[in-house]
């Protein structure tokens, strides 16, 4: 069936240091992930996505790896920052391709 | 360059009312997704539609629950006769296309709590 999940529901780190948020979904034939940020109280707002004809994509202060093999994406976020505070999904498109199925969020705590 | 935009920020509704979520698109943005979080939950897809049709509903409940979005206005997600389960925060999302590679914005969302 197809079904998103996240490694760790919680990660706490220091300001600065860099984080690396995983996920792993189970559909071999999905073609596109994106990853949102979700802040207490707000709707899901897009980071990054990729395509599964790509293994890395990289944006402001954040990377997405993608691994076909073992059907893993994972999220990276550079020098991360107190705002970056929040509850991070990786979704990927069902097979029909008509929805976003997501997991169940990893929960990012960045300390000063 | 407005978001999605959901309406009512909060709703509270009594046992056996009927709740009435709006969500109107980004401009130029003819396709709507509605998802049901759960606290501490990821967001569960319940149904997409375009314009005047419903495309895929497959996670709607089968009973109480119903999705439109008319040729004019906004999108309505329409829950009859609430119990306290559907006490949820509803998110809309809306994108251009269903392309594989469309990215889909969310709305603030709607808080419903059934009391």
């Known amino acids: 069936g197809e079904s998103v999940g996240l490694h760790l529901p919680t990660l706490s780190v220091q300001e600065g240091d860099n984080s690396i948020i995983n996920c792993a979904y189970s559909?071999?034939?999905?073609?596109?992930f994106i990853w949102y940020k979700q802040e207490s109280g707000k709707g899901p707002q897009f980071i990054i996505d990729i395509r599964s004809n790509m293994d890395k994509r990289q944006g402001q202060r954040v990377t997405v790896l993608l691994n076909k093999t073992v059907k893993h994406l994972s999220l990276q976020i550079a020098a991360t920052q107190p705002g970056d505070s929040a509850v991070y999904f990786c979704?990927?498109?069902?097979?029909?391709?008509?929805?976003?199925?997501f997991g169940k969020g990893t929960t990012l705590s960045v300390s000063s | 360059n407005a978001g999605v935009m959901q309406n009512p920020r909060h709703l509270v509704r009594r046992r056996g009312q009927e709740a009435r979520l709006r969500c109107s698109p980004m401009?130029?943005?003819?396709?709507v997704y509605w998802y049901r979080q759960l606290p501490e939950e990821g967001l569960k897809f319940m149904v997409y539609?375009?314009?005047?049709?419903?495309?895929?509903e497959s996670g709607m409940p089968k009973e109480r629950f119903s999705a439109e979005f008319p040729k004019e206005g906004p999108s309505i997600l329409r829950i009859q006769q609430v119990v306290r389960g559907d006490s949820a925060a509803y998110f809309c999302?809306?994108?251009?296309?269903?392309?594989?590679?469309?990215?889909?914005?969310f709305g603030q969302g709607t808080r419903l709590t059934v009391v």
């Open positions: 401009k130029g943005h003819s396709h």
């Open positions: 539609l375009q314009k005047e049709n419903i495309i895929d």
């Open positions: 999302a809306s994108s251009p296309g269903t392309g594989s590679n469309t990215e889909a914005f």
């Open positions: 979704a990927e498109k069902n097979q029909a391709g008509t929805a976003l199925i």
């Open positions: 559909n071999s034939a999905s073609d596109y």
